[in-house]
């Protein structure tokens, strides 16, 4: 089946500590997408990616890295600079670039702060 | 940024019709008008969108007022898988929107 894949579903990190959260997509889709989401939130963009080895800062970017060298895959890490990581994290895709593509997301993943 | 403004939450008994209202009163006359649901846990799902014109399709209809200034969200007949948070958001056409955030929605609980 086609679709969005993020894992891990739960991911924990320890204080300065850099971890990857993996998304991968077999939509064939150019564009890909993450999301960040506190509890009781919306979503807001971090960072995304209109085709493969370019990608663009969202909204609140500072703190978290992503790569684009295959066109299925689009990791996230996010750095020791993020002060406040536990949130919800979402990857999405869409068809072409643009944002007002619709875009497919995936399952997320929970990520904790020891 | 055009915003959207939607009611915290909304009931709703099952198998009855839902209209969920949307005001975006700063929006630009090429901004199209997405909605989409987010089930607890899990990542959000596209439900509709438009631009002008009422949309329908299998999920929901979408009617925009003739002015732009706001939309509501129509699910036919309410049930209980359709409970979640309804976010309506704003994008606009051109390539690179950075400032995407989808807002804190509607919780629609439904009643059984």
């Known amino acids: 089946d086609g679709g969005i894949t993020q894992s891990p579903k739960y991911l924990f990190r320890k204080e300065g500590q850099n971890v990857t959260l993996s998304c991968e997509q077999n939509l064939n889709h150019d564009a890909m997408y993450w999301y960040r989401q506190d509890p009781g939130q919306g979503l807001r963009l971090i960072y995304y990616?209109?085709?493969?080895?370019?990608?663009q800062k969202g909204d609140i970017a500072e703190g978290y890295s992503v790569s684009r060298e295959k066109k299925e895959s689009f990791p996230l890490t996010v750095t020791s600079a993020q002060k406040n990581p536990t949130a919800f994290y979402l990857c999405a895709s869409s068809i072409l670039p643009g944002l007002k593509e619709t875009q497919y997301f995936g399952p997320g993943t929970r990520l904790l702060v020891l | 940024d055009a915003k959207t403004t939607q009611p915290n939450s909304m009931e709703s008994n099952e198998e009855e019709p839902v209209h969920l209202p949307c005001n975006h009163s700063t929006i630009s006359g090429t901004d199209y008008i997405h909605w989409y649901r987010q089930l607890p846990s899990q990542g959000p799902e596209y439900v509709i969108h438009?631009?002008?014109s009422n949309v329908n399709n299998r999920m929901a209809s979408l009617a925009i007022a003739e002015d732009r200034k706001s939309s509501t969200l129509i699910l036919h007949r309410a049930t209980l898988r359709d409970a979640a948070v309804y976010y309506c958001i704003l994008i606009g056409p051109n390539f690179g929107n950075e400032k995407l955030t989808f807002g804190t929605g509607t919780r629609l609980t439904i009643i059984p």
């Open positions: 990616s209109q085709i493969v080895n370019d990608f």
């Open positions: 438009g631009l002008t």
